[in-house]
């Protein structure tokens, strides 16, 4: 209990003792951000991957409305809870060429946005995980705002009023579900136990889909995506794809499938059709990106949307592969948002017309690089790849048709990412690109852990897969016992 | 009794030490009384006096009284250099707001609806004069007369529908008009337009629509002093009064109310919230915030459950502490920059950073942001309506939630996202005080409410 309190409220502290550091916020986060990823290692160590809820913190918070400070840790958790604290320290090293105005500000809001997303992570509250949820927007709200780009105040009011509509919702969701629950709380697992007619999971079903929809985001609620991602500062756009995304699909793993699994019934056909939807409209787009972000950003679509289709395909498969990949997907799309940053900050372009022939001048950066888009295009032997293999096969399973369509995103993916690579890093040096200086320091380190792990979690995903195993399963029996009981 | 008493006090010692050219000591007089009120306000917790049949110190009196009296507190912390630099005659200013506070002490706590007549006057009449007190100012008149003759007007109805009432039930008294409810057979007919003509004089006061058209002219007009006590303390009052006789004595006849109050609030909330989104003046976007406040607070009314009073509490404390910043701030904006408009505010966050993180989170709080007390004063009325599945009300009040988000984010916008003057402000001491106790009571109600949810 005391790990897990001391894992959600350090970077809360070091937000806090990071914001009145000044010119040193750049340590200071580094050190709370490392030791942060130290703690989670230790509890990851100390993990015993069966299905039961570890770490556990059950305080009372506000006894009067039923709200009780209860966290926890099984092995979905788990799996994102490291997956955040290991990219927030990548992340704060990534900006370290960067001379951001107000430092200060900028590390602690990150490390605010961290508490917030691990507060998400652990819940087992309903009213704290809605907390957590928008404690994770505020910040992130600021940082794009502020430290953004172009436009970046149009942009971000719009993405942050859809994020809020869509939250909103889900707290009407979650008091509908709260006036249900006879114990007066918002325990999950009372809420598990509810006993909700088909046309209340209907409704509740919405509720919470659309705020993970548009998290996700799932076509056709990802609008606000593109553009919120170009004009945010490139480590506003890392914890958005990173880390942020993952928000949506942790949401729908633990509240709405075992929540509603009637209504996730009736409605997962048309989910599995929105979300394959998305793979094929975002790669087609993709295609025709001629910016390098927005290419990655509707990559990202992409490659969500098969997460999701893999979720909804409701079985063991499916949804071990989205767990993998969700992890896969936040080291790789922060590697290429990584590697897109450098040379923006070389180039001062996104354009892939105005690039190429980098690799000649820079041939550790073409290296990485080269690791990260393959792991992006899922090749075997990387990350990508198990990820991508196991929630195809939950697809299949679920019906060969959805299985052949959302197959070609791995064919389109690799289509428009090696062509982005060739464009980008290979063929003839022009005036521009000659100047460019291969990596270094911060840069290489950074890129050199990203690699690292996507080899390393390619060729040997086992501990990984073991980790998630027994809670997946005991969260798709949960659910079939559910809907055999309804009948 | 002992609250009251000590306010007048207060205000005739303040009035003389005026005559005799005191102005120095007039802030710390009025600090002592007020302090010495809210210790006689916390010394009679858990009483439950009636005094003399006409009032009742009960714990909901005694909760909103408290609100009042720390808001006026900090209202009273902000006049340095307020009023000197507007008029000479300080003390009536003084001697004015505290009347009115006297005046509310007796709204939150009539047990006889003289009682709530007289206390209602006292109030308005001096808030009458506090809008025209710049009296060279065209803009003050206007907001003074205006609120005179709509304040006027809205009496009439609200006397009427006393008259009304005791035509039915014989009596002014608030039990006995809940036990003429409760055990008469048939309800006399005149009690329904009774009733019906008090909802629409106490809408007027608290600003509902389709009985708002008074506020944006007179909160724009008034000193920005007056419209912070205006929009906070004396709007928590007038709901106070609103809740007592609706949630209390016309409990019974809730059936009856729910469906026009159900009309008012939806106006209430679309009209606050449209309006207040075109608006290009600060004072003026609060002025049809507040509103919109409104329409969220009778919520409350829509669905009596035990909890409706304590939520208006929550919510009312929650409004005004985070009004009380953004007026705060508009002072020593306009200081500054002469203008109210939003455009005064930009690049507020580059010189004054503290004090713009105190505006932001005013603004978060106002707009509904968890971990401030305006998120748990909106979730609490939420929780309220939907217990009875008022599911459509709730979709509608998301969306103009949605709204809100835009236009109080303007204000966020402008002070960080936007270069601007680069002005800085020269902030009090009292000023700072002010915002540190507004920003703490802010934080910690929406942290840790348990302090405040099981108070009345």
Excluded at chain 1, 149 to 169: C, E, H, P, Q, W
Excluded at chain 1, 404 to 421: D, P, Q
Excluded at chain 2, 413 to 436: H, N, R
Aim: glycine residues 8%; hydrophobic residues 55%.
């Amino acid at each position: 209990m005391e790990q897990l309190l001391l894992l959600i409220f350090l970077p809360l502290v070091g937000a806090l003792i990071t914001a009145f550091s000044g010119k040193t916020a750049k340590i200071v986060s580094t050190v709370v951000s490392v030791v942060s990823l130290g703690l989670a290692l230790f509890i990851a160590c100390n993990f015993i991957p069966n299905s039961s809820t570890q770490f556990e913190a059950n305080l009372p918070w506000i006894p009067d409305l039923g709200i009780r400070f209860h966290a926890g840790i099984d092995g979905i958790s788990m799996l994102v809870v490291l997956l955040t604290n290991l990219l927030v320290p990548i992340i704060i090293l990534s900006s370290y060429r960067h001379d951001y105005k107000n430092p200060a500000a900028f590390y602690a809001l990150i490390l605010f946005m961290q508490a917030g997303l691990l507060l998400v992570f652990t819940a087992m509250d309903a009213f704290l995980f809605y907390i957590g949820w928008e404690a994770a927007l505020i910040p992130i709200y600021f940082i794009c705002a502020f430290w953004g780009g172009k436009d970046r105040v149009r942009i971000n009011m719009k993405f942050f009023v859809y994020t809020i509509a869509g939250s909103l919702f889900m707290l009407m969701g979650i008091i509908y579900l709260y006036l249900q629950n006879p114990a007066q709380n918002f325990d999950i697992q009372a809420f598990y136990a509810l006993n909700l007619d088909s046309a209340q999971q209907g409704w509740i079903f919405w509720a919470f889909f659309i705020a993970f929809a548009i998290k996700m985001p799932i076509f056709p609620f990802h609008t606000w995506q593109p553009d919120t991602y170009t004009a945010a500062p490139t480590q506003g756009t890392m914890l958005l794809s990173g880390i942020m995304l993952k928000m949506g699909i942790y949401g729908v793993i633990r509240w709405l499938l075992p929540i509603v699994p009637t209504g996730v019934q009736d409605w997962s056909c048309l989910a599995m059709i929105l979300s394959i939807i998305g793979i094929v409209y975002a790669s087609l787009i993709a295609f025709t990106q001629k910016d390098a972000k927005r290419l990655v950003a509707y990559s990202s679509i992409a490659h969500v949307g098969l997460i999701s289709a893999g979720i909804f395909a409701l079985n063991q498969q499916g949804m071990q592969g989205a767990m993998i990949q969700m992890l896969s997907h936040g080291i790789n799309v922060v590697g290429l948002f990584f590697v897109l940053d450098i040379i923006f900050s070389r180039l001062k372009t996104y354009k892939i017309e105005e690039l190429g022939g980098i690799a000649k001048v820079a041939p550790q950066l073409a290296i990485s690089f080269l690791i990260i888009v393959l792991g992006t295009v899922a090749l075997p032997g990387t990350n990508g790849f198990i990820g991508e293999f196991l929630l195809l096969m939950g697809v299949y399973n679920y019906g060969i048709w959805a299985a052949a369509i959302a197959g070609l995103t791995i064919i389109f993916g690799a289509v428009y990412m090696l062509r982005m690579y060739q464009n980008v890093m290979l063929g003839k040096t022009n005036e521009l690109t000659i100047t460019f200086t291969d990596i270094k320091g911060t840069e290489k380190l950074v890129l050199y852990i990203i690699c690292a792990l996507i080899i390393i979690l390619g060729v040997y995903p086992k501990p990984l897969l073991h980790l998630t195993e027994a809670s997946v399963q005991h969260l798709l029996e949960q659910i079939n016992q559910k809907l055999t009981s309804v009948k | 009794m002992n609250i009251i008493i000590t306010i007048s006090i207060t205000a005739f010692i303040v009035l003389y030490a005026g005559l005799f050219k005191a102005n120095k000591a007039l802030l710390p007089l009025t600090v002592v009384g007020l302090l010495t009120a809210l210790g006689f306000t916390l010394a009679a917790w858990n009483g439950n006096a009636v005094h003399f049949g006409m009032m009742q110190t009960d714990n909901f009196a005694l909760a909103f009284s408290g609100v009042c009296i720390i808001g006026t507190l900090l209202i009273f912390l902000l006049t340095q250099n307020y009023f000197h630099a507007k008029s000479d005659n300080i003390a009536e200013y003084y001697t004015l707001i505290l009347f009115a506070l006297a005046g509310m002490i007796m709204m939150v706590s009539y047990k006889n609806m003289a009682m709530l007549f007289v206390g209602l006057e006292i109030m308005s009449v001096s808030l009458y004069i506090l809008a025209g007190i710049r009296k060279r100012d065209f803009a003050s008149n206007e907001a003074s007369l205006k609120y005179f003759l709509m304040g006027a007007f809205s009496t009439g109805f609200l006397l009427f529908g006393i008259t009304l009432i005791y035509g039915a039930t014989g009596s002014f008294d608030l039990d006995k008009i809940q036990d003429y409810l409760i055990d008469s057979k048939s309800i006399s007919p005149i009690f329904y337009p009774g009733v019906i003509l008090m909802m629409i004089g106490l809408c007027f006061k608290v600003g509902a629509a389709p009985f708002h058209f008074w506020t944006p002219d007179v909160y724009e007009g008034s000193p920005t002093l007056i419209t912070t006590f205006m929009s906070t303390v004396v709007k928590t009052a007038g709901f106070a009064a609103f809740l007592r006789l609706f949630a209390g004595a016309f409990a019974p006849l809730h059936d009856f109310y729910a469906v026009p109050l159900m009309v008012i609030v939806c106006l209430t909330l679309f009209i606050g919230n449209v309006t207040a989104l075109f608006q290009k003046n600060f004072k003026r976007m609060l002025a049809y915030s507040s509103i919109s406040h409104a329409g969220y607070m009778l919520f409350s009314l829509i669905v009596l459950t035990k909890n409706s009073e304590n939520n208006v509490l929550v919510y009312a404390a929650a409004y005004t502490f985070a009004s009380i910043i953004a007026f705060a701030v508009l002072i020593l904006v306009k200081q500054k920059t002469g203008s109210d408009s939003f455009e005064s505010f930009n690049g507020l966050g580059k010189k004054n950073p503290l004090i713009a993180i105190s505006l932001t989170i005013a603004m978060l709080s106002l707009a509904g942001i968890p971990l401030t007390a305006g998120f748990i004063g909106k979730y609490l009325m939420f929780l309220n309506v939907m217990g009875d599945y008022h599911m459509i009300l709730v979709a509608f009040a998301i969306l103009n939630a949605l709204i809100g988000f835009y236009y109080y984010f303007k204000v966020i916008v402008a002070m960080w996202f936007k270069d601007g003057a680069e002005i800085e402000l020269s902030t009090p001491a009292q000023y700072k005080v002010v915002l540190l106790v507004s920003v703490a009571i802010t934080l910690i109600l929406g942290i840790y409410p348990a302090i405040i949810l099981n108070l009345i």
